[in-house]
Each structure stands twice: as structure tokens, then as C-alpha cells.
């Protein structure tokens, strides 16, 4: 008998624009690259002013990208170090937003304005009470780190004079700073004065027996000096 040749097949035919890899040359893993390349540009600018906000944005790409390569089959190390270099700098460009955002508005707020042209900067607040009364109880309040306290000194003989620092920016410039005065039983005047910085904010001046003078400053008033 004899035998009969194999049916011919026809060799598989590589659709267009598809290219076969050489033998032993390693797959990319297109995902894993890009995210190392987007995780470089977001740590990078995550250190630039402004440009960090964007960076933001490229930093999640990076991750999203490098998970996705991570998911994918191939090679994995570019994928694992672009998810951690977008990582770090999604955390980074983030931390140092916020720093300039601070920075920035700060200066806008009070270039010059506060004592040495610094916010924090210690500002001398003066409680002062003179006057011819006698036997003078003077009651005021102190703020310490933004917690407001009433002190009071009786049978205070005039002039009386107290002094604080006030942080210029700080929790202590959002109290209310209040100072009275009550004369005794015999006649005479009380004049009550809050000094900030050398510059009178409020005086209050009253006569008489048991006359009151009082005077008192708000956060804006202490704020627009």
C-alpha cells in the first residue's frame, strides 16, 4: 500500500502590525515603565512651588499605573518600583503642598505688618490704670495660649501696670483682652489704658466715688494694629 503525504497546512499567518518578539528577548511591561516614569516626574516636582500640586495628581497615576502592572503578567520590577516611588511622592508632594500654601499666604497676609515683619513674633500688650482714686480694685484677664483667666488686685494704690507678650498670629491675639478699675469711697478719677506694641488701643477715664473706668480689645483690634 502506498502512503500518502500529509494534508498541506498553510504556515499561521501574523496579522498586520504585530510583531513576534526574537527568541530569549524579554517581555516589557508597558504599565510597570510608565509608572516609573510618572512616579520620577511626581517626586521630582513634588519639591517645585506651585508645580507640586500637580504633582499630586501624577504620583496617584503613578500608583494606579503600578498596580496595574503588578496585576499584568511580565516583568514586575518596574511596575513594584514605580507603585513605590509615586507612593512616596503622592505623600511627599502632598506634605510640602501645604507647607507652601502656608508659606505663601502668610507672607500675603503680613509681609511687613506684624513686629519684625514675622508672624509669632512676641508683642509687648500693657494693662495700665492711673489716675488721683485710691483704694482701686482693678480686675483683668490674661490669655495663655488662647485659654482666657481673670486676675484682680484690690485696694490697688495708683499708678498700677501690668505686661504681657502676645504672639502676633497666635491663639493669644483671639482672646478679649477686658481691664476694670473701681475707685474707693473717696472722690478721684480712674483712667484705664491697653497699650499694644507702644500704641494706645482703648482708654477709658471716670470720676467719682466707686467710679468704674473699663476697657476692653477684641482678636480684630489686636489683629489691625
Do not use: W
Not at 516614569?37 to 503600578?66: E, Q, R, S, T, W
Not at 504681657?164 to 493669644?172: L, P
Request: aromatic share 8%; net charge negative.
Amino acid at each position: 500500500m502506498t502512503s500518502q503525504p500529509p494534508p498541506y497546512q498553510p504556515a499561521p499567518q501574523t496579522p498586520p502590525g504585530h510583531t513576534t518578539p526574537a527568541s530569549g528577548a524579554p517581555a516589557r511591561n508597558r504599565f510597570g515603565l510608565a509608572a516609573l516614569i510618572a512616579g520620577i516626574v511626581a517626586f521630582v516636582g513634588a519639591f517645585i512651588p506651585i508645580f507640586n500640586f500637580l504633582a499630586v495628581l501624577i504620583a496617584l497615576a503613578a500608583v494606579v499605573l503600578g498596580i496595574i502592572g503588578i496585576i499584568r503578567t511580565g516583568p514586575k520590577g518596574s511596575a513594584v518600583a514605580g507603585a513605590v516611588l509615586g507612593f512616596i511622592a503622592l505623600v511627599l508632594s502632598s506634605i510640602l503642598a501645604i507647607v507652601y500654601t502656608f508659606v505663601f499666604f502668610g507672607n500675603l497676609l503680613d509681609p511687613a505688618g506684624s513686629p519684625d515683619g514675622v508672624l509669632g513674633a512676641e508683642i509687648p500688650l500693657v494693662y495700665q490704670v492711673d489716675g488721683t482714686g485710691s483704694d482701686v480694685d482693678i480686675t483683668y484677664t490674661v490669655s495663655t495660649d488662647g485659654v482666657e483667666t481673670t486676675e484682680q488686685v484690690t485696694s490697688q494704690r495708683l499708678p498700677f501696670e501690668e505686661d504681657f507678650d502676645v504672639a502676633y498670629g497666635g491663639a493669644d491675639s483671639y482672646a478679649s483682652y477686658t481691664l476694670t478699675a473701681v475707685n474707693g469711697a473717696d472722690d478721684g478719677t480712674v483712667i484705664c489704658r491697653i497699650i499694644l506694641d507702644g500704641r494706645i488701643l482703648v482708654e477709658q477715664e471716670s470720676s467719682g466715688a466707686y467710679a468704674t473706668a473699663s476697657c476692653t480689645t477684641n482678636a480684630s483690634e489686636l489683629l489691625d494694629q
